[in-house]
């Protein structure tokens, strides 16, 4: 009886560090926009583009970045602005790429509901992706956002 006590804590204990860790992160993400912390320059959220483009016969790639106010999406070299105020939904959907959730990000420009998709490049030691939910729900209380999960 003992030694499966022992088993199962040995078992479950690296699950409880990873939580831990995980939450830890979200408070630090939260508390630095809190403070007031600049985000600039942008910084990249995503990860390994999924999506491909051909441009003058050349493959491009579709690359996100958010500042303070600010959502790009970069395809080429002029990206699109579209400020955090106009995002109304950042959601994990139930596709995996590479073992990671693909997020959509919706907004609404020029009276025109737009959404594109992506792999976020979240790891323990790059929390970009959590300071962009917390500038999207200070941005915009109403917008629904989904909260990033252990296995990202």
Not at 33 to 51: D, Q
Not at 63 to 80: C, E, I, N
Not at 90 to 109: A, L, N, P
Not at 132 to 152: C, S
């Amino acid at each position: 009886m003992l030694k499966t006590v022992g088993l199962i804590v040995l078992a479950v204990l690296p699950l409880l560090t990873i939580w831990f860790i995980q939450r830890r992160r979200a408070q630090r993400a939260r508390s630095a926009l809190e403070s007031g912390l600049r985000l600039n320059p942008p910084r990249r959220i995503s990860g390994t583009s999924m999506t491909l483009v051909m441009v003058n016969g050349k493959e491009d790639r579709e690359h996100y970045f958010f500042d303070t106010d600010t959502f790009y999406l970069q395809r080429g070299p002029v990206p699109t602005a579209v400020p955090l105020s106009q995002i109304t939904s950042v959601t994990r959907t139930s596709d995996m790429i590479y073992e990671r959730y693909v997020w959509q990000v919706c907004f609404s420009k020029a009276a025109v509901r737009k959404s594109v998709t992506f792999t976020n490049n979240l790891t323990l030691f790059n929390r970009d992706f959590l300071l962009f939910l917390e500038a999207v729900r200070k941005a915009n209380p109403l917008a629904t956002v989904d909260r990033a999960g252990i296995l990202f």
